[in-house]
């Protein structure tokens, strides 16, 4: 390849980064200066964190849902080394940025528009989903991306918080808004009524993982 040719792959590589980079902005700063009625935010997950073996972790990307994965491993590491119940450990997973499509409900999946931004497969098809492959995995998915009991449901119902950032779900309200040809307000109506069971919604991942911190979880990033 020319020295020419080189640079020229190099700059298209940019450019198309930047534009990505853009409207990524864009719609943030949308949703962030979109009018919203005041939010109060439930705090008490805080009072959770007792454990003496304490970790948060931070998950910004989808990344095939490998925050779900070290989440289990630190359960599971810690039942084979010390015999741990997980009631005996704390773990926060923070679901934010371009990550929290995974705690939306399969309703909001169907039009596959998540699944294919991500290149996700249906657990059980293994056509491109149309629902979401990291909840209520049904037993032996033969696509399945990890294991049944590291699912995000099962999690939570382990006992592991798991924290939305509010900021980022806005911004997806948005993308339903203009997918659906439906009003704003309506698909952060959507999100609130098909969010997974047992997420917290938090004003944003930066003041979640903060505050994971500030009551003594270790950070592990899960991107």
């Not at 990307?61 to 039942?79: K, M, P, T, W």
């Not at 696509?143 to 924290?163: E, K, P, T």
């Amino acid at each position: 390849m020319t020295q020419r040719r080189e640079f020229l792959r190099r700059a298209s590589l940019i450019a198309a980064g930047s534009a990505a980079a853009g409207a990524f902005a864009a719609d943030l700063l949308e949703a962030q200066s979109a009018p919203q009625a005041q939010r109060s935010y439930d705090m008490s997950w805080a009072s959770r964190v007792t454990a003496k073996y304490r970790m948060a972790f931070d998950a910004p990307e989808v990344r095939d849902g490998i925050a779900l994965h070290q989440v289990r491993s630190f359960l599971a590491g810690y039942n084979t080394v010390y015999g741990l119940k997980d009631s005996e450990l704390s773990a926060v997973l923070i679901i934010r940025h371009a990550a929290v499509p995974m705690v939306l409900g399969d309703a909001l999946w169907a039009d596959g528009a998540f699944g294919e931004k991500e290149s996700l497969k249906d657990p059980v098809s293994g056509e491109p989903t149309k629902r979401n492959p990291f909840a209520n995995v049904p037993t032996g998915a033969k696509f399945a991306l990890g294991w049944r009991d590291g699912a995000l449901d099962n999690l939570i119902a382990r006992g592991v918080i798991v924290l939305a950032c509010d900021l980022a779900l806005d911004n997806v309200a948005g993308q339903i808004a203009t997918r659906r040809s439906i009003p704003r307000a309506d698909a952060r109506q959507l999100i609130t009524d098909h969010i997974v069971p047992g997420v917290v919604r938090m004003p944003s991942g930066i003041f979640a993982t903060s505050h994971a911190q500030s009551v003594g979880c270790g950070l592990m990033y899960a991107g």
